[in-house]
């Protein structure tokens, strides 16, 4: 496991790393995406999406459908955004398991996701807003398979 930190300040640089994030992905990968209410989450997530899929034009943010599938060259992706389930055990409704065991999931709130077992490779992005500018803080936690990637 490590820790890496990097100042966005722009949106461009929001999108390089989102780039980077979407050459390294692959299947099974499950990416958390934390931070508060306009840091950056679906931003980011929309970035990553798009650079796998150029094709798709609009990523909304499944803050209301709470999930949002896409293909991509890669399979499958899921984007989930947690915030408002009540209840933990509502993830398993949104297919949350196929989403683990054949895609690639993309969390907002992975907070809520209670009990559930996470996989080992695991990459975790906590964004923070600097000061009401476009600036972010993006601070990762890469799991041992994510450090390796990382450098290529
Ligand atoms: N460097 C940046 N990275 C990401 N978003 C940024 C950046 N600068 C400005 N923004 C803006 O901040 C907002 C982030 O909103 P959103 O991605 O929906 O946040 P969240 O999903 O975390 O609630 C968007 O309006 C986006 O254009
Ligand atoms: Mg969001």
Redesign the pocket.
Known sequence: MSFKKYTLNSLTETEALGQKIARLLCSQDVILLKGT?GAG??TLARCIITSLNPNISHVP?P?FTLVQTYDTSRGSLWHF?LYRIHDAEEVFELGIEEAFGSGISLI?WPERLGRLRLPSSLLEITLDIIQESDAREARLTLSESWDQRWKM
Do not use: A, H, I, W
């Open positions: 209410l989450k679906t943010s803050t955004d907002e």
